[in-house]
């Protein structure tokens, strides 16, 4: 692994786990928030960059809303995964702290559940800052921070959520999920959500929209608890001046 950072390192190592996990309908949290999540973005015909596409569900969904997607994500599996799925019109291999593109390119910005997994995010938000147009808009969806440090007591809908320790600091998060036969390996870092904005103030980059989403009504018992305490947090952000 010597050279590769440890984000891209643990994420080729789990490739074909996540390209399982994230293809399957309904089987993570995604799909309960996915008619939101189209709303938010909204239609549109411009060009758009996916930065930490994976196996390019996200680029299907930006595609089939109207945008010409180029997919980049840092491991070369994915790509492969998100190019056979035709989920885009271009693809690269990049890493989000050095997107093989000139400046001022793309209308939209997409990183969707990628900063957390990320080493160096103040780098790869002036990255993306500086690929996007004027105009354009960055869309980050996180797992809330506030989220992040806690869990619920219990698996019933209204158990106690628990803080231990603290909210505040950089820490690195580790841990197996299991669900429907299949098992993805998750590991990134999670930080609290001043962190978040400070790097994106350092990048120029300022928040114009800011939703705490809530899983549709349809969404089955284990996502019930996110009706009281958000899971993901998505933001939309400006190039200031
Ligand atoms: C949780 S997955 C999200 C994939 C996709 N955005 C989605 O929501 O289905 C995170 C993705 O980010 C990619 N990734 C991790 N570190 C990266 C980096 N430094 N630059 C670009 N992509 C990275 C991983 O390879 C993985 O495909």
């Not at 950072?5 to 080729?12: Q, R, S």
């Not at 089987?27 to 909204?42: K, L, M, Q, S």
């Not at 004027?134 to 506030?146: A, K, Q, T, Y």
Request: aromatic letters at 12%; glycine letters at 8%.
């Amino acid at each position: 692994m010597t050279g590769t950072k440890l984000d891209e390192a643990h994420w080729t190592e789990v490739a074909e786990q996540w390209i399982a996990w994230a293809r399957l309908p309904d089987h993570d949290a995604f799909w309960a928030y996915r008619d939101n999540f189209t709303r938010f973005v909204g239609f549109g015909s411009g060009r758009v960059l996916e930065v930490g596409c994976g196996e390019g569900r996200i680029s299907r969904e930006l595609k089939a809303l109207g945008y010409r997607v180029t997919a980049t994500d840092a491991v070369a599996a994915m790509v492969e995964a998100a190019r056979q799925a035709d989920s885009a019109e271009e693809y690269r291999v990049a890493g989000a702290g050095a997107l093989p593109f000139a400046d001022a390119q793309f209308d939209l910005v997409m990183a969707y559940n990628v900063l957390m997994d990320i080493e160096d995010v103040p780098a790869a938000l002036r990255e993306m800052r500086r690929v996007m147009k004027r105009d354009g808009v960055l869309f980050i969806s996180l797992v809330h921070p506030f989220r992040d440090r806690g869990r619920f007591a219990g698996p019933e809908p209204d158990a106690p959520f628990v803080v231990e320790g603290s909210y505040f600091g950089r820490e690195r998060f580790e841990g197996e999920e299991r669900h429907g036969g299949l098992t993805m390996h998750f590991a990134g870092w999670s930080q609290p959500l001043e962190d978040y904005m400070a790097a994106l103030e350092q990048a120029g980059l300022a928040v114009v929209a800011l939703r705490e989403p809530v899983p549709d009504d349809t969404a089955d018992d284990r996502l019930r608890s996110y009706r009281r305490i958000p899971l993901f947090l998505w933001l939309k952000a400006r190039a200031l001046g």
